[in-house]
């Protein structure tokens, strides 16, 4: 079973960027193509931005598009998640999420393996 740990979360300002990573277990990276989700107080936890297991297709959910970008590095085992341009509505809980496909996906349902999540709270 293949382990998810985010981090980089934490408290910024309207327009600031951050940066998530988050880091899979060794020996299972490869095998997923990994997303990220994100759910708000009282929301449903929607779509953010998925990377095939190659890297060369890339998805994003309409509210960040254009603003945030997915990557990875499969030499360190991890992907992240670069935003840019934050606005209030982003904060949410960040989950990292991994699928056993090589097709990328939005929904929730077909990711089999979640993160514990970090926060990210944008705020003035």
């Known amino acids: 079973q293949a382990l998810l740990t985010e981090s980089g979360g934490g408290l910024v300002k309207p327009g600031d960027s951050l940066t998530l990573s988050c880091e899979v277990s060794?020996?299972?990276?490869?095998?997923?193509?990994l997303g990220w989700f994100r759910q708000a107080p009282g929301k449903e936890r929607e779509f953010v931005a998925a990377?095939?297991?190659?890297?060369?297709?890339?998805e994003y959910g309409e509210p960040v598009e254009g603003r945030f970008g997915i990557r990875r590095d499969n030499a360190k085992e991890a992907v992240y998640l670069e935003m840019v341009a934050l606005k209030p509505e982003d904060t949410a809980v960040y989950y990292c999420?991994?699928?056993?496909?090589?097709?990328?996906?939005?929904?929730?349902?077909?990711?089999?393996?979640w993160g514990q999540g970090t926060q990210v709270t944008v705020s003035s």
């Open positions: 999420a991994a699928r056993r496909d090589y097709s990328i996906s939005r929904f929730r349902q077909d990711y089999v393996v």
């Open positions: 060794p020996g299972t990276f490869n095998l997923y193509v």
């Open positions: 990377i095939s297991w190659g890297g060369g297709s890339k």
